[in-house]
């Protein structure tokens, strides 16, 4: 019911969309502080079946599908020894898997939510890495002081996607990175593109990996689905479950039928010396591996 409920919001008012996503946002974070739950976004799983897993350890095997889709945004630029801004950093479960995981000098994650802030201080707590509340279109940062810039569906709960981009390109620094991956219609693809090619950043890559997260969806329903069912109120399961696109909920259905599609993007902003000669940015990214992951459906 209170999934049909906030459908029909959106459908009579589309500015509502955003502080109703945003108002679910901040109740999941402050009401659930205590559940399993250090990654909010939806997973990633490759579709060959002879591709050799990601090695994990400990707690972090339970978490695998959401860290993947971490590992496989990151995967596209060497972070070692740079300094890392995640913009919508939730519970904080991707900042730490940077941090541990891939020798940056720095991680610090900015989220909107107060509380999401506290939660990431409290439970995430190691050298270079650091938590603060922001506004993803006004960042608390100063100009160029980030190599690369992470952000996993966060994007779609923005008022304007256009001065979000103008924060990116003021923060990092000549030569650095936008890792991007996020939701959206299918019908506003070319919108989203669009907005990229007048950001004042070279989109290196960008691919359709919809049905790798349609499959970890999947693989991780039951887990997931166990999480809300010890945490969540019945009378609001319903909604939960659509809104983090368990297996067979409309979300998920608008996935595997194409009227949703999921993005992921980097991005570079011109080194000076690019652009002083008029030359564009050449990319330092491994091409066959990104022939290996995009997808189009």
């Known amino acids: 019911m209170m999934s049909h409920i906030f459908g029909l919001l959106f459908r009579i008012s589309p500015r509502l969309k955003h502080p109703l996503y945003r108002g679910m946002y901040e109740h999941l974070v402050g009401r659930y502080h205590d559940a399993d739950w250090p990654f909010m976004n939806y997973g990633y799983a490759d579709l060959d079946p002879a591709a050799p897993p990601l090695e994990l350890y400990g707690p972090d095997q339970k978490h695998r599908f959401g860290i993947q889709l971490y590992h496989h945004v990151a995967d596209a630029v060497d972070l070692r020894g740079r300094d890392v801004l995640e913009i919508g950093c939730g519970r904080g479960g991707g900042a730490s898997y940077l941090i541990r995981s891939r020798e ?3 991680v610090v994650g900015v989220d909107f939510s107060g509380k999401a802030v506290r939660y990431c201080a409290r439970h995430h707590r190691m050298r270079g890495l650091h938590f603060i509340a922001g506004d ?22 923005y008022s304007s996607m256009a001065r979000f981009l103008a924060e990116i390109w003021r ?38 990996i919809t049905l ?5 969806l999947e693989l991780d329903s039951e887990r997931k689905e166990a999480v809300i069912r010890a945490a969540v109120p019945q009378a609001f399961q319903p909604f939960i479950r659509n809104f983090v696109r368990l297996r067979g909920t409309p979300a998920y259905r608008a996935l595997l039928k194409g009227q949703t599609a999921y993005i992921h993007y980097v991005a570079q902003k ?8 008029g030359g564009r940015v050449k990319s330092s990214l491994d091409t066959s591996q990104i022939e290996l992951y995009q997808m189009k459906i």
């Open 104 to 106: 940056p000098n720095t």
């Open 136 to 157: 993803a279109e006004s960042l608390p940062c100063t100009d160029e002081a980030f190599d690369v810039v992470v952000n996993i569906e966060s994007s779609h709960c």
């Open 171 to 208: 923060v990092l620094r000549p030569g650095g990175y936008l890792l991007f991956a996020d939701v959206r219609p299918s019908g506003e693809l070319p919108t989203l593109h669009a907005q990229f090619q007048s950001s004042g950043l070279d989109v290196v890559n960008h691919a359709n």
């Open 212 to 216: 790798q997260v349609c499959k970890a």
């Open 270 to 277: 011109r080194s000076k010396e690019s652009i002083l000669s």
